[in-house]
């Protein structure tokens, strides 16, 4: 692939948690503002490759081990262990074919995609991803947490002593049914940058280990990043979707700054409006750029931008709108 391709890629949550830190609320920074990991919005492409039958290697899977006391448990493969899994490897401490280890690293969709930091006995590999994904930034200023008290159908069968004493009405709660929570934001909207550079991949045609990223691997991802959030449904990512994405292709030597900071999102009459302020920016190098399309929900959202030639599509059905 010939060029380079920078964007912005939109996450809508509602009454969910796109990105939780450790204590279980909506990730911020130190200054209050809401954000979403890039980790946050590789995880559901990942699986989504992963469950198309696609290699990949840096994602949790388990296996059932059996312990000293010999009991079975299930445990998460480590990365060694991982790269044996999908690699079909007996043991890779044997493999003294470098060559071979790194042509299996890039037939993995997440490495070829993202990179990867290989730091195993005999194999210290690192390579830098043709596609960096920044921080995701929340832009609805009216986003805030929402923590919502569960009762398990379950008694706590523990039978710990308490420090603090309780009410007899508490310890019959207490052994009734178990109490947790759930956290989430009422409404909030992610808009992270990204950019696509072919040429990281050089060093390593030449070594003959990849044939560098492909058309083929743009359209690959391409189609999941703009989907793969909506597809993936857990309990705290039920009202997260996909609900923007925008794509500028260009001259491979056109080098262009963070498109998400001329990001605007407000809340209009009956619909969202997205505004995008780059406009005079893309404008005035419509001579070195080949390609702009932008993808977005029409049901909930309209999109304010000045952008010239842009193709505008429907996320959902890939429609021209």
């Known amino acids: ?5 920078y964007g912005i890629l939109g996450i ?28 946050a919005f590789k995880y559901p492409m990942k699986k989504m490759w992963e469950n198309s039958g696609e290699k990949v290697l840096y994602i949790k899977s388990m296996k059932l081990s059996e312990s000293k006391k010999e009991e079975i448990q299930l445990v998460p493969r480590s990365l060694k262990e991982r790269y044996e899994y999908i690699f079909s490897e007996e043991d890779l401490k044997k493999n003294k074919d470098g060559k ?15 990179g990867a930091t290989f730091a195993e006995e005999g194999n210290n590999i690192s390579i830098t ?18 923590e919502q008290q569960i009762l398990s159908p379950f008694r706590d069968a523990s039978d710990k002593p308490q420090k603090n004493k309780k009410s007899e009405e508490e310890k019959e709660d207490a052994k009734n049914s178990t109490l947790g929570s759930k956290i989430v934001s009422n409404e909030a909207h992610y808009f992270y940058p990204f950019v696509i550079n072919p040429l990281a991949y050089k060093e390593f045609q030449e070594l003959g280990v990849t044939e560098g ?8 991802f391409k189609e999941t990043s703009i989907c793969a959030a909506t597809s993936f449904a857990t309990n705290s990512k039920v009202g997260c979707e996909n609900e923007f994405a ?5 001259e491979s030597n056109l080098y262009l700054p963070n498109l998400s900071q001329y990001v605007e999102f407000e809340k209009g009459e009956g619909k969202n409006i ?23 929900n029409p049901y909930t959202t309209k999109i304010d931008t000045d952008i010239r030639g842009a193709k505008i599509y429907n996320i959902f059905t890939k429609q021209e709108v």
Do not use: H
């Not at 071979?100 to 993202?114: E, G, M, P, Y």
């Open 1 to 5: 692939m010939n060029k380079r391709v």
């Open 12 to 39: 809508a949550s509602i009454m969910a948690n796109w990105n939780a830190d450790f204590t279980g609320y909506p990730k911020t920074t130190s200054t209050g503002d809401i954000f979403g990991s890039d980790k």
């Open 100 to 114: 071979k280890v790194l042509t299996n690293l890039f037939s993995a969709i997440d490495v070829k995609n993202f």
């Open 129 to 146: 991803g043709v596609v960096q994904i920044g921080q995701g930034f929340n832009k609805y200023e009216e986003s805030y947490a929402d």
């Open 213 to 220: 990223y492909t058309e083929k691997d743009y359209e690959k």
């Open 246 to 250: 925008l794509f500028v292709e260009t």
């Open 274 to 296: 997205i505004k995008l302020t780059c406009g005079d920016l893309i404008n005035s190098l419509k001579d070195r750029i080949l390609n702009i399309e932008i993808y977005y």
